[in-house]
């Protein structure tokens, strides 16, 4: 079949969620932009007593058609109050390289209705900030 190069077209695909109003997409109300591993961190939702799970996504990083350090992160979490969650941080390295990921909160049943994501920055140490340029 002959392909028309002439017709321009695109499909936008939109997630079940888009299309299932009982279940409202949760939001992040306050994360931190620095988590140190091994430790716990607060994030404040307002949807905190109906989240299910909370996920770290590393954004891809392909070259050569290869993309090696895309992964997603799974974390445990504990109910603090109403518009808070207490999340565990990745132990080390091994399960999540340090660097930049994206955090998500997620409702639904299997956590099928995700927030949308805020980025925040997984680190080893406790560092001090840069100095200010003049």
């Known amino acids: 079949m002959p392909v028309n190069l002439s017709t321009r077209t695109y499909q936008i695909f939109k997630p079940p969620y888009f299309y299932n109003s009982a279940i409202a997409r949760p939001t992040i109300s306050n994360a931190p932009a620095v988590v140190y591993y091994n430790q716990g961190f607060n994030v404040s939702t307002p949807d905190a007593a109906n989240v299910t799970a909370v996920r770290l996504i590393r954004p891809g990083s392909a070259t050569h058609s290869?993309?090696?350090?895309?992964?997603?992160?799974?974390?445990?979490?504990?109910?603090?109050?109403?518009?808070?969650?207490?999340?565990?941080?990745?132990?080390?390295?091994?399960?999540?390289?340090?660097?930049?990921?994206?955090?998500?909160?997620?409702?639904?049943?299997?956590?099928?209705?995700?927030?949308?994501?805020?980025f925040l920055r997984l680190s080893y140490y406790q560092q001090a900030p840069p100095p200010q340029q003049p």
């Open 66 to 118: 290869f993309d090696q350090d895309q992964r997603l992160i799974e974390l445990s979490f504990t109910v603090k109050d109403a518009t808070t969650i207490r999340v565990a941080a990745p132990a080390h390295g091994n399960i999540a390289p340090p660097g930049y990921y994206m955090l998500f909160v997620a409702v639904g049943p299997n956590g099928s209705v995700p927030s949308e994501g805020r």
